[in-house]
């Protein structure tokens, strides 16, 4: 039996058939596609909420005992801000952490943008900058723009400049505002790249 399934038999058979009466259809548990949906657009603590809270007991299983990244990024966003839980922001940040040691391209950005706002934790755009190079590499449209950004006001390294530039030049985006920003930090990053890197960057693939 899955420990979703598990936990949800537990949990209707320890309350009185009288009370299901006025539980109403349970939410199905999200899968990993529908997880990667809202990440992308930043929706998962509105989405958590919107479900009445009904999945927490799901959530926190399948990020402690299953250790999913992604239900780990999921549950640590919800104890960092109090959603569903009672707030534990050191808890949070430990288990978005978790998450993102797993390759959760989720948590690194989140937590890329984190240290390079101060946002929870202490402002560092320099350890900012991993987080936002692995987010990048794998794809993740957000920590690309964040890291030209940060490379282009001075912090990282300039070995990290072809990198960004590939990955932004290889990025393919429906956003008519977010091609925009894309081309401007292309043009800014050419600025201070020579032409034969330039070149380089434009040729090789994107696989990672």
Same mark, same amino acid.
């Given at each position: 039996?899955? #420990?979703?399934t598990?936990?949800l038999?537990? #949990?209707?058979?320890?309350?009185?058939?009288?009370?299901?009466?006025?539980?109403?259809?349970?939410?199905?548990?999200?899968?990993?596609?529908?997880l990667?949906?809202l990440?992308?657009?930043n929706?998962?603590l509105k989405?958590?909420?919107?479900?009445?809270?009904?999945?927490?007991q799901?959530i926190?299983?399948?990020?402690?005992?299953?250790?999913?990244?992604?239900?780990?990024?999921l549950?640590?966003?919800m104890?960092?801000?109090?959603?569903c839980?009672?707030?534990?922001v050191?808890?949070?940040? &430990?288990?978005?952490q978790s998450?993102?040691?797993?390759g959760?391209p989720?948590?690194l950005?989140?937590?890329?943008r &984190?240290?390079?706002?101060?946002?929870?934790?202490?402002?560092?755009?320099?350890?900012?900058?991993?987080?936002?190079?692995?987010a990048?590499?794998?794809?993740?449209?957000d920590a690309?723009?964040?890291?030209?950004?940060?490379?282009?006001?001075?912090?990282?390294?300039?070995?990290?400049?072809?990198d960004?530039y590939?990955?932004? &030049?290889?990025?393919?985006?429906?956003s008519?505002t977010?091609?925009s920003k894309?081309?401007?930090?292309r043009?800014?990053?050419?600025?201070r790249?020579?032409?034969?890197?330039?070149?380089?960057?434009k040729r090789?693939?994107?696989?990672?």
């Amino acid at each position: 039996m899955k #420990l979703h399934t598990l936990l949800l038999s537990t #949990l209707l058979a320890a309350t009185p058939a009288h009370a299901l009466e006025d539980v109403g259809e349970a939410v199905p548990v999200y899968t990993e596609a529908e997880l990667i949906r809202l990440f992308d657009t930043n929706s998962q603590l509105k989405q958590v909420k919107a479900d009445d809270c009904q999945l927490v007991q799901d959530i926190e299983a399948r990020a402690i005992r299953v250790e999913s990244p992604a239900y780990q990024f999921l549950y640590g966003d919800m104890l960092a801000w109090g959603v569903c839980v009672d707030r534990d922001v050191e808890l949070g940040v &430990y288990y978005m952490q978790s998450a993102a040691h797993q390759g959760s391209p989720a948590a690194l950005e989140q937590l890329g943008r &984190y240290y390079a706002t101060g946002t929870l934790v202490q402002q560092d755009r320099e350890r900012a900058i991993p987080y936002l190079r692995e987010a990048a590499s794998m794809g993740n449209v957000d920590a690309r723009i964040q890291l030209a950004e940060l490379l282009l006001s001075n912090y990282g390294s300039p070995l990290d400049f072809e990198d960004a530039y590939r990955w932004l &030049y290889n990025t393919v985006t429906a956003s008519r505002t977010t091609h925009s920003k894309i081309t401007r930090l292309r043009r800014s990053l050419e600025t201070r790249m020579p032409g034969n890197v330039i070149a380089r960057a434009k040729r090789r693939d994107t696989f990672w």
